[in-house]
């Protein structure tokens, strides 16, 4: 257990679908992520939030939203996605967006049909 | 930008020593980190290197050349349980954004 959770842990939608997934962190940290993993590519960074506000959005297409509502939760808001929007994605957490180390949580795998 | 390079691949057998390598052409440097995935599990941290030269620790050691751009995560005396993704990431001069590269997949056969 890294103290980063995710949730749900599976998701299969279709592509007129509007899904969240959530992750939680307890750890005490100012800074989270989203990263997005597709098999046999490096992991993406989406989305970077220090104290609560957005500080990167790396060129994510629009149906891709995030939600920092506290220093503890990040959500990502899924609207109308494309199959090749299927991957794993993962959650991180540091002390700050400076500090070395990222905790991950064990990620939502996506399925788009 | 980062550019990172890593096999794709490794096999070895349990108690022997594997080197996986790692390169790396930034815009930026500052620090280079080595983590560790199992199949279906978060990525977890191995090591850290922002200055040239080898950090140990336990069976795993890791090294830095930041004027070859060159990593290598050493793990020795293998067990089972080191079967693994092992992935290297660069962190560029802004701090908070780690490039990855797209990972070794590490089997270790008995």
């Known amino acids: 257990e890294t103290g980063v959770t995710q949730t749900p842990r599976h998701l299969v939608m279709g592509m007129t679908n509007k899904k969240s997934l959530k992750c939680e962190q307890h750890l005490g940290h100012n800074a989270m992520y989203w990263y997005k993993q597709s098999a046999k590519k490096p992991l993406e960074l989406m989305f970077v939030?220090?104290?609560?506000?957005?500080?990167e959005n790396n060129s994510v297409p629009s149906r891709f939203s995030p939600e920092c509502p506290n220093s503890s939760h990040l959500f990502l808001h899924l609207h109308t996605l494309q199959p090749e929007d299927s991957a794993l994605y993962l959650c991180?957490?540091?002390?700050?967006?400076?500090?070395?180390?990222?905790?991950f949580g064990p990620g939502t795998r996506l399925t788009v049909l | 930008g980062q550019n990172i390079d890593q096999p794709t691949e490794m096999t070895a057998t349990e108690g022997a020593i594997v080197q996986i390598n790692c390169t790396y052409q930034?815009?930026?440097?500052?620090?280079l980190f080595w983590y560790q995935q199992h199949a279906g599990e978060a990525p977890t941290f191995l090591s850290y290197n922002v200055l040239d030269g080898l950090e140990e620790k336990g069976r795993f050691s890791s090294f830095l050349s930041r004027s070859k751009g060159y990593s290598y995560l050493l793990l020795k005396e293998l067990q089972m349980k080191d079967s693994a993704s092992y992935l290297c990431a660069v962190r560029d001069l802004n701090d908070y954004k780690l490039s990855f590269g797209a990972g070794t997949t590490v089997t270790v056969r008995a």
């Open positions: 991180a957490s540091s002390h700050s967006t400076g500090f070395n180390e990222q905790f």
């Open positions: 939030y220090s104290l609560e506000e957005r500080v």
């Open positions: 930034t815009s930026g440097f500052n620090g």
